[in-house]
């Protein structure tokens, strides 16, 4: 595990490679939400360049950290840090485990090491993957047992439009955490226009929930991410 000081062009020719061959598949309504590249069923593809422009604002503090066995990238977390009112905010704009390496705790100790030495007061991230969802708090917070989802109810609006990461500051809160009117089942996400194929985190859902582990996240409408804002623990 390496946190990486200064993000160099090798290193995000690297991680858009590890994105493009591991992170997932368009869903049946990319193309027409997206355009023409995002065909059904086609893998979903970074350049360096979008990684460059979608994860690491020039105005605010980027952390990488990379896992690399026998010098392959086998995953990776791009984070943004940032202050509202006070606050310092970690939020993970990116985070891809090689699907050789996956279930081994590898997400959640780049995340470990993401907080170390660093004082931060909340971290968030969007993500369609019950697994990130459950990392982050595994590494972050006190794991999906002992979730608090209050801190997401009363700041998530307020520190997201603050974000320097665009994607952040654009996506619309949706679920009965922010709105009580809310009957569609959905509890804590966002609508991020990013419709990437939830079959890979349905299942990973079902794991969990075969498990007799409680979802407090609700269900996952198309082109929408979970959210989870937490506390340090
Ligand atoms: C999501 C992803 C990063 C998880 O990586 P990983 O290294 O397999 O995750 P970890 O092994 O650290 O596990 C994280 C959590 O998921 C749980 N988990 C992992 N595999 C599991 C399985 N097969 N069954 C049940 N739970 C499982 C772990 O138990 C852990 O939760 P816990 O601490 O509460 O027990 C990886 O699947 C990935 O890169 N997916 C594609 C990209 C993506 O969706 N990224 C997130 C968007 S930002």
Known sequence: MYEIKCVTDDMLQDAAKLFSENYGIWDPFAEQNMGAFAKQGRRVRMSPQRLKDQCIPTSARTTYVQARVNDELAG?????????EGCNVCWITQLCV??????????????????????????????????AIMATLRAFGHGLERVDLAIARTLASNIMNTSPVGYVRAAKLHGSLFDDKASDGTVSCADTDFFVDHAEPDTALDAILAKGIEWPFGRLPEGHEFLALVKRS
């Open 76 to 84: 990776n977390v791009f984070a943004t840090r940032w202050t509202y």
């Open 98 to 131: 090689s699907a050789k390496y996956r279930h081994q705790g590898l997400a959640t100790n780049l995340l470990v090491k993401l907080r170390e030495n660093e004082n931060d007061h909340a971290f968030g991230i969007l993500s369609s993957h019950p697994f």
